[in-house]
Nanobody
Framework: QVQLVESGGGLVQPGGSLRLSCVAS????????WGWFRQAPGKERDFVAG???????NYADSVKGRFTISRDNAKNTVYLQMNSLKPDDTAVYYC????????????WGQGTQVTVSS
């Protein structure tokens, strides 16, 4: 049974930074691409960033140049470094393992809330 546990969210002012973490269990972490998604109130869950097993990355246009995804196979963890945060980045952030670099495979975890507000 795959478990995904996201953490690192919080309240931050515009222009600030946060680093999200997602620890996975019950899956052979290093075999898969991993990604971050987000869901704002009243909106669909959207792809934010992905990283392949070979550490190639891809990003949604809205976060390019501000967010960086990385992974640590030894810790079964994927990270999302978020800089220059904007109010539009406010959402619940989720991780998942991927097929075709952007399509989530597993069940969702509880997510971590990111709120960008002054």
């Amino acid at each position: 049974q795959v478990q995904l546990v996201e953490s690192g969210g919080g309240l931050v002012q515009p222009g600030g930074s946060l680093r999200l973490s997602c620890v996975a269990s019950g899956v052979i972490f290093r075999f898969y691409a991993w990604g971050w998604f987000r869901q704002a109130p009243g909106k669909e869950r959207d792809f934010v960033a992905g990283i392949s097993s070979g550490e190639r990355t891809n990003y949604a246009d809205s976060v390019k140049g501000r967010f960086t995804i990385s992974r640590d196979n030894a810790k079964n963890t994927v990270y999302l470094q978020m800089n220059s945060l904007k109010p539009d980045d406010t959402a619940v952030y989720y991780c998942n393992y991927l097929r075709d670099y952007t399509i989530p495979i597993g069940s969702w975890g509880q997510g971590t809330q990111v709120t960008v507000s002054s």
